[in-house]
């Protein structure tokens, strides 16, 4: 086995989620990532956790999802029982072919994602992180060859994670204190939120691997103004292009999309909580150096900062905060290399891509 | 896909489990069986039951019990708590590899086991069908190729179940009154044993596919004599050839192989059900013509009778009779082709591999 897919397996159960001997463990991979399945059963038995693996096979959804009736989606109570009865999750994506849910129907997919739910939900409190196997279909994507993009995700999943905390830990400071925050960029996007009272985490590659970002929650209702997303939003294999929102008293109250409008409208109409953001995150990882259509790389590109429609992370809403909910949290991207602005409490912090902390910044 | 594949799935969910819209149902199928499991799925769609479809990876399996510390095992609550929530099991076989699991301990092997007996256990009073999936491994340790295996395989599930179910009928009227039954092969396998208030059951393909066996349980404490099972058992991957037992007052009080002796003992340590007789069977699937080094198939050859040491099948014992309880249930069989017969209350129902009630019998 490639020694980095021990490596990546080491930091997922170590660093990411610190299991011990009292853990039941649920290990969720693709088909395509079984290496990284077969690694991380390995550390956790050298941890002594009890663990539960389970290969998700996306021809199993798809031909599932194709057959039901979409009014028909309960929430499982099974897969619910064990999601509440375990400790920590391990969450692995792979694609042999990220087009593989691209021919289910978008209100079918919508209504399975509210009836899972609760699902999802029961995560939250609780341990788990997110990561990415360097499959064949991911590197068709990016537009890579499949070794050259081996090389990419284990170059920024390798890194050295304290550094990076401190690095990003001056954002954190700038952001946290913070009432307001202004995006510009362009002509095309001019957004403004209070993040009055929310808290700013420092992304250091504990939820998701790789890690890489500063990110807070928008006061629900505070949200004015517009947004155009120019990176592309890769979605169930369909690819959204120049995504546009526009947001009155917190709703997104106009959209549209050059490609697949229809599949960003089906997001927005999941629920309520969907047409509102739920993040504002800020990419500050410069060892991810070019957009690879997978947004947990993509998001914490250094020059970029993205929204989350729907469901706003906990741990970014302290106690008596409004919380949006939802059963959806789709992240968008904006390219803030040019042209562009991030504006706190009216002090410019970033101006095109470059940090105040960092060198060649020009307030 | 092979449309046999789909035949198959079909059997599974309407046959075998009986599926409706209010069924919590967990799929399990390895790797390499993905094509069933997406059939599976997709007939589980049509019919409108809530499915976790789970791929299951030995080789992970492996990696985490070789790394294990065998002391260490502990009950998975979220793998029991999903077990307890489901309503039916669809579980499915199938190797690319059968050795898979041939370097693990059997120590580690039978700890494993124990921790997961709750588990196994939770499913027990539900609906559940084992089956196999004709993947390369399995068609290897048939030395035959993968589509004359695919042909011997899909041969035994497509059947008429119903005249199946007629023909094994006249076994479960001579077996199901009986108190006596006595197996006799060459001069190596002389055993005596009560079913006097057990049950005879008819396996027309439920809770297996294929079926084809008549199976009951002896009374635990009743069996008497040795046996010698001439057909190997394969086992994690490793062959025990001429498993021997002696019975003394229904336990197992000397044993032997002339291959993987270990093993079979390892089998026996498991706790104190694992050296008692769980389940006596009789193959009964003349379309099952020849041995294949898989239990599921070999257990249902018409000229075979299987013993069980371990857990019996609790609808083979009404309530107020004794069950033996065991965290294993291991088949076992004696080929009754030749120079052997098996007696009930005195009287000779086959004699080398011919029932009496079949054309050729000599009583």
Same mark, same amino acid.
């Given at each position: 086995m490639d020694p980095r897919i021990r490596t990546h397996a080491d930091i997922l159960v170590d660093h990411c989620t610190d299991l011990d001997p009292s853990d039941d463990v649920l290990v969720r991979a693709p088909p395509a990532a079984e290496d990284l399945a077969v690694a991380v059963a390995e550390r956790i038995g050298e941890v002594g956790a009890n663990p539960s693996i389970s290969l998700q096979s996306e021809r199993a959804t798809r031909a599932y999802l194709r057959a039901s009736d979409a009014e028909d989606f309960e929430t499982p109570e099974h897969l619910l029982a064990m999601t509440e009865a375990a400790d920590a999750f391990v969450l692995i994506k792979g694609d $042999?072919?990220?087009? =593989?849910?691209?021919?289910?129907?978008t209100e079918t997919l919508a209504a399975f994602r509210r009836a899972r739910r609760p699902v999802s939900e029961a995560r939250m409190g609780k341990r788990w992180v997110g990561t990415q196997f360097p499959a064949s279909g991911n590197a068709q994507k990016a537009e890579m060859s499949t070794e050259e993009y081996e090389a990419f995700v284990y170059d920024a999943i390798d890194k050295d994670w304290d550094a990076q905390k401190d690095h990003q830990q001056q954002m954190v400071e700038i952001l946290d204190p913070a009432e307001e925050v202004r995006v510009v960029s362009g002509d095309t996007t001019d957004l403004r939120m209070s993040v009055a009272g929310m808290k700013a985490v420092n992304d250091? #590659?504990?939820?998701?691997?790789p890690g890489g970002e500063v990110f807070t929650a928008p006061v629900p209702d505070s949200v004015e103004g517009e947004v155009l997303f120019d990176k592309p939003l890769l979605r169930h294999g369909r690819e959204i292009q120049d995504a546009y929102l526009r947001f009155e008293g917190g709703e997104v109250v106009a959209h549209d999309a050059s490609k697949n409008a229809d599949l960003l409208a089906s997001i927005l109409d999941t629920? =309520? #909580?969907? $047409? $509102?953001?739920g993040e504002l995150g800020i990419g500050m990882n410069r060892d991810i150096d070019r957009f690879t259509y997978n947004v947990l790389f993509d998001e914490k590109m250094g020059d970029t900062v993205h929204l989350a429609v #729907?469901?706003?992370?906990? =741990?970014?809403v302290p106690e008596g905060q409004p919380l949006n909910e939802s059963a959806v949290h789709t992240d968008m991207i904006v390219d803030m290399s040019d042209d562009s602005f991030i504006e706190v409490d009216g002090e410019i912090v970033q101006r095109d891509g470059t940090f105040r902390f960092e060198d060649g910044f020009e307030g």
């Open positions: $042999r072919n990220t087009a =593989e849910l691209s021919d289910v129907p250091y #590659g504990e939820k998701n691997l629920d =309520e #909580g969907a $047409r $509102r953001l #729907g469901k706003a992370i906990e =741990e970014t």
